[in-house]
């Protein structure tokens, strides 16, 4: 069964750091590119962060730009999203997605598989 599992939400401090996990179960994550995306109540979700399937392209939404990191480790089947000087905006379900198509150059979201998403509140 394929499945992305992600992990590493919870309660962040404002200006403290959080680092999510997306790991894949029953494929192997190095032939897809991968998005971060997140949705906070009453919102669209929105695209927070892409990386093609050998890493060498990566895009961050702006209002993440200089505070969020994605990395992936094939060799691990999984990719990360750091993040960074949090705000309280950044609170929401994050969801990680797999595309066997070159999406992420492309800036495209069409995306083939889906996680359950895992909660980051950010809250003094």
């Known amino acids: 069964q394929l499945q992305l599992v992600e992990s590493g939400g919870g309660l962040g401090q404002p200006g403290g750091s959080l680092r999510l996990s997306c790991a894949a179960s029953?494929?192997?994550?190095?032939?897809?590119?991968i998005g971060w995306f997140r949705q906070a109540p009453g919102k669209e979700r929105e695209r927070v962060s892409c990386i093609s399937s050998r890493g060498g392209n990566t895009n961050l939404a702006d209002s993440v730009k200089g505070r969020f990191t994605i990395s992936r480790d094939n060799a691990k089947n999984t990719v990360y999203l750091q993040m960074n000087s949090l705000k309280p905006e950044d609170t929401a379900v994050y969801y990680c997605?797999?595309?066997?198509?070159?999406?992420?150059?492309?800036?495209?979201?069409?995306?083939?598989?889906w996680g359950q998403g895992t909660r980051v509140t950010v809250s003094s």
């Open positions: 997605a797999a595309s066997g198509d070159s999406v992420c150059v492309y800036s495209l979201d069409e995306y083939d598989y």
């Open positions: 029953g494929f192997s994550l190095d032939a897809y590119d």
